[in-house]
């Protein structure tokens, strides 16, 4: 059996991992979300699952869009803001009573 030896030390900025954390924190509070879309917590009453998950993914599509475009300064084109407003037009259409 051989063994794999390096010398190489993976040395990363700082802000790395910031992000690294910011990041963890924002897909914790994506999951806690579900736990209360779903359990029904406090007073608000459950939601379907067919409603919650759609909601929770699409709805950190935009909000990434929108903290690419504010924290990150990117650039944001017509495809990019056609595609937030489909998807707020598509969570919006989940709540419709039929």
């Not at 909000?63 to 407003?85: C, D, R, Y």
């Amino acid at each position: 059996m051989q063994k794999l030896q390096s010398d190489t030390t993976l040395v990363l900025p700082t802000r790395v991992y910031f992000w690294a954390v910011i990041a963890g924190l924002c897909i914790g509070g994506a999951e806690i979300s579900y736990f209360y879309l779903f359990a029904s917590v406090g007073h608000s009453k459950a939601i379907s699952a067919s409603v919650a998950i759609p909601v929770v993914v699409s709805g950190t599509i935009v909000i990434s869009l929108a903290a690419g475009w504010f924290i990150f300064k990117e650039t944001i084109g017509w495809p990019q803001l056609m595609g937030a407003g489909m998807i707020v037009t598509g969570i919006c259409a989940l709540f419709i009573k039929t």
